[in-house]
């Protein structure tokens, strides 16, 4: 990362607003500010926390003293908007007028869009956000689902498999766009990438739709078992929609998300809990297959990334899967705040053009 810039960056979750500052080409400063339920029930919308959250990150500033007069640009992890290309873009009125209207969603991240672009208006600082969550680059074959009404979606988690696209690419000695890379994300969503030559070409939905079931989520399921059960009765529209996302993987078979729980299960002899946890490694390396047969083979390499990458159990398992098709590159964490910041960096330094939003 360059020098002499400091960049502010706002990262808001669904119980979090984590607020990182990088100055002289490092973090000095990240801080994940916990947000209790009894707290967030307050507020009957996202759009009501505006406030709560705003003033989360103006004391995040203030306890480290910093003002935002010595901030150079505001980095905020991008919303629920149209889908676009990758890229680093500039926050407008028009993104926000569309993280405003719900069309694409709604998530606390869109809230956290609107505080990063009224700071930046106030302040006369640059404010931009890189590969949103529906950053969308499938090619025309991976749209097809095998019905007309339904299109295949691009929802992933498009800022940290691109970051990582480009770190992998580096240790390589080659540009992004130069490589064909399979990117995973191993986290409370799966999401499993074909990336070819700097674009992500194909890619599970990870949100809610299809791919290896995760912790939480279900991933594909058996079509017909699917619609059989949605009309069996017993579960209402939101029932079922939060068995695919929220209460499925792992949390269906086990009731826990938390891995070290379930390593430590395994360890002690729970062959329920090794049944499960190996059926998820072997989704995912049939995923990465998959992507591989996309990519005509071609892959420079396999990158690991996500919080399940510190899960030895799960890597042990997939690297005696995948390792035949290429070298595999580990890169665990989520990575978002450095990614956000070495987007800015990459604006400030020339090196990338700020794109505009549609």
């Known amino acids: 990362m360059g020098k002499d810039k400091t960049i502010l960056v706002i990262n808001p ?20 500010v916990k947000h209790p339920d009894e707290e967030l029930r307050r507020f009957p919308t996202i759009w009501d926390q505006y406030d709560y959250r705003r003033a989360a990150v103006s004391s995040v500033l203030r306890d480290n003293g910093f003002v935002m007069d010595e901030i150079d640009a505001i980095a905020c992890r991008g919303g629920n908007v149209k889908p676009l290309p990758g890229g680093t873009y500039k926050i407008c009125s028009r993104m926000i007028a569309d993280m405003k209207s719900g069309v694409y969603g709604g998530h606390p991240i869109n809230v956290g869009g609107l ?4 700071l930046g208006d106030q302040f006369n600082i640059p404010v931009l956000t890189a590969d949103p969550p529906m950053t ?45 890379l399979i990117v995973v994300h191993l986290g409370g969503g799966i999401s499993v990438g074909a990336h070819r030559k700097g674009k992500i070409i194909d890619v599970n939905n990870a949100l809610d739709g299809d ?19 949605c009309f069996s009765g017993e579960y209402g529209k939101e029932e079922v929609l939060k068995l695919l996302t929220g209460k499925g993987g792992l949390y269906a078979y086990l009731q826990t998300t938390d891995a070290i729980e379930i390593e430590k299960r395994i360890a002690s002899g729970d062959e329920v809990a090794a049944k499960v946890y190996e059926a998820m490694s072997y989704q995912i390396a049939k995923e990465i297959g998959a992507c591989a047969t996309v990519l005509e083979g071609k892959v420079d390499a396999i990158a690991l990334t996500g919080s399940l990458v510190y ?21 665990p964490g989520e990575n978002e705040m ?6 800015a960096m990459r604006y400030f330094n020339k090196e990338e053009e700020l794109a505009v939003y549609p």
Do not use: W
Request: proline letters at 4%.
């Open 13 to 32: 979750g669904s119980t979090s607003t984590k607020v990182g500052i990088f100055t002289d080409g490092e973090m000095k400063v990240n801080v994940s």
């Open 115 to 118: 505080v990063a672009f009224d």
């Open 136 to 180: 969308d680059e499938l090619c025309d074959a991976a749209r097809f689902s095998g019905i007309p009404q339904i299109a295949r979606q691009s929802s992933f988690h498009a800022l940290n498999q691109k970051a990582t696209g480009r770190k992998i690419a580096a240790a390589l000695g080659k540009k992004y766009h130069e490589v064909n």
């Open 211 to 229: 791919g290896p079931f995760s912790p939480e989520r279900a991933g594909s399921l058996p079509a017909g078992d699917l619609v059989k059960l």
């Open 311 to 331: 899960s030895k159990v799960l890597l042990d398992s997939l690297l005696k899967k995948i390792s035949f098709i290429a070298p595999v590159h580990l890169n």
């Open 338 to 343: 450095e990614a956000l910041a070495d987007a």
